[in-house]
């Protein structure tokens, strides 16, 4: 967690002093503003990785700096509120705040709030981030990390030299491979004379993915050459 940055927006510089003070002896780099204001102007134009939202502020208050935030920026907000109608509000207008903490809070329980949303939000991005490798041409989608293939939204199953052949020549598109070529690549070999198996391998994927084998829309024969993925 260390070298990440939050933005604590409170009016009392006492509460906002104590909370930086701990959060900094965690490891964190912390920016304060004392009034709503200033607190959404810095919110919207620098970036963050969590922000402390007090919601009685001079100025803005923090239900309208989180609704503003939120248009913008997906940064977990936490707010603070010394008032039970507060979180009843902060629950029922969906203003996308993150959670809450009450105040009077320790310092060591703000600080584990503080970790928990940034945990939580580096799994969910980083998942975003980490998304399948896919690959979709026409009614045909490749997902090359769960090794997957569909045609028209129905799953084929595939072996794994099929998935190979077909992977690559997608990945190629309007290329033409020799059988030669191609059993260098997915069998990782010279040929020795058995290119027939690129041949049979072929005729398999396109039972698999064509609507006419006869007249292949994906993998095109080139007489005297080899092969090509159309697209």
């Known amino acids: ?29 912390v920016d304060m503003e004392a009034d709503g204001d200033s607190g959404l102007k810095t919110a919207l134009e620098k970036d963050y990785d969590l922000i402390i939202l007090d919601i009685m502020l001079p100025g803005t208050d923090g239900f309208e ?10 940064t977990p907000i936490l707010m603070v509120t010394a008032k039970k109608e507060d979180i009843d509000k902060i629950r029922g207008l969906g203003l996308g705040a993150d959670d809450y903490i009450t105040k009077p809070f320790s310092p060591s329980e703000l600080v584990a709030r503080v970790k928990a949303h940034m945990s939580r939000y580096e799994r969910l991005t980083g ?29 084929k199953q595939f072996t794994t030299k099929e998935f190979d052949l077909l992977t690559f020549l997608a990945e190629h598109p309007n290329h033409v491979f ?34 006419n084998t006869a007249k292949p829309q994906y993998i095109e024969t080139i007489w005297g050459v080899g092969y090509r993925f159309k697209v």
């Open 178 to 211: 020799t059988k030669e070529e191609l059993f260098r690549e997915i069998w990782d070999m010279d040929s020795i004379g058995d290119i027939a198996t690129v041949t049979v391998h072929i005729k398999k994927i396109r039972e698999k993915i064509e609507y």
């Open 127 to 155: 998942s975003e981030k980490n998304h399948n490798d896919i690959i979709e041409i026409r009614g045909l989608k490749i997902d090359k990390t769960a090794r997957r293939v569909w045609v028209d939204g129905t799953e």
């Open 65 to 74: 700096i989180c609704r503003r935030v939120r248009e913008q920026k997906d």
């Open 1 to 29: 967690m260390a070298g990440k940055k939050i933005l604590i927006v409170e009016d009392e510089i006492s509460i906002a002093e104590l909370e930086r003070d701990y959060l900094e002896l965690s490891g964190f780099s």
